[in-house]
């Protein structure tokens, strides 16, 4: 857990656990205005590796851009204080969670004069909604709080203030006794998970919703689109899913840094196909694993040793 760690690397220094700290009167504190990534670290046949390290940092550069902030640090510098964390701590395998965020200068909502302040935790985590959701599956519900459009929030950038709509829909659906949530856009279709993108397949086709439809571009989809049609599978990355088409669905998933490829197996109680996770979900499951794990030479670019 992110409690146990010893070591926090904050504005280019290795600080202890509890001298990470800033100030109350942060900027990002009070107007959400914060980017971050979540990345793994996973226990290769190679040694540890960082999976998409240069996609995440990618996605965590551009995420500030909206808000015209500037990370003051490289991607080397960002690449070998992440390196190190995982070395100090001896971490085989880690939740890797970079942060920049306006600092304190003044309170009005312009973050003129804020410094960018940039902090990277690493800490060992496991899947995210447990061992048994990614062999058996997740019921889950559409939430009631709808997604905010990307007309009206940039939702490509991985920005903190979002999140409130992520805790919002997962502790409705969780208060009900599910796993997690699914969130509908502004028009009514299907967007994403709070932290997960969506994957639907039917008659042997998979489909996930477009950035058009106010999703976060995640790095787990696109490795998942890539490798599906690597196995020759014809997937539909820009489709528009409405709601009633997630009941009929052959299989579901949900795909993330975190929740890696989690099978949904009802959504708002009705079970999707026979309820147990979907061949075509345990295919793109065991190729994602077996190269995350490097069980397979594929894509040894998509990875950063330590
Ligand atoms: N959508 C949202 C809202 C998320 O927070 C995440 C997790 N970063 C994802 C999708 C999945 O993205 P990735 O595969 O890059 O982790």
Not at 26 to 40: K, N, P, S
Not at 116 to 139: C, H, Q, R, S
Not at 180 to 195: C, F, H, R, S, Y
């Amino acid at each position: 857990e992110a409690g146990d760690i010893e070591t926090i690397w904050q504005n280019g220094e290795f600080v202890d656990w509890d001298e990470a700290t800033t100030h109350v009167l942060t900027h990002g504190l009070h107007y959400g205005t914060g980017v971050f990534e979540g990345a793994r670290a996973y226990d290769t046949e190679n040694g540890t590796a960082v999976f998409r390290w240069e996609e995440h940092l990618d996605r965590f550069y551009a995420s500030g851009k909206p808000y015209e902030m500037e990370v003051p640090f490289s991607r080397d510098e960002l690449t070998e204080a992440t390196l190190e964390l995982l070395r100090r701590q001896d971490l085989q395998s880690a939740y890797i969670r970079p942060i920049a965020f306006f600092g304190y200068n003044s309170l009005g909502v312009s973050p003129e004069g804020c410094p960018t302040d940039v902090a990277i935790a690493a800490w060992p985590w496991g899947a995210y909604l447990g061992e048994d959701a990614l062999k058996n599956g997740i019921d889950v519900m559409v939430s009631s709080w709808r997604k905010h459009s990307s007309s009206q929030i940039p939702t490509n950038a991985k920005t903190t203030g979002l999140y409130v709509n992520s805790l919002l829909a997962g502790e409705e659906a969780r208060r009900n006794g599910y796993a997690e949530a699914i969130v509908l856009n502004k028009e009514g279709q299907v967007a994403e998970g709070p932290g997960e993108n969506i994957f639907l397949v039917r008659d042997g086709e998979i489909y996930t919703p477009g950035l058009s439809q106010s999703i976060l571009d995640g790095i787990t989809r696109d490795t998942v689109i890539t490798l599906a049609r690597e196995e020759g599978y014809t997937v539909h990355d820009q489709a528009t899913i409405s709601r009633g088409e997630l009941h009929t669905a052959d299989e579901l998933f949900f795909t993330g840094s975190a929740a890696e490829v989690t099978p949904i197996r009802q959504v708002d109680n009705v079970q999707i196909a026979d309820g147990n996770r979907g061949p075509i979900t345990e295919d793109l499951q065991s190729a994602f694993f077996d190269l995350v794990e490097r069980k397979t030479d594929a894509h040894d670019d998509w990875f950063t040793y330590i």
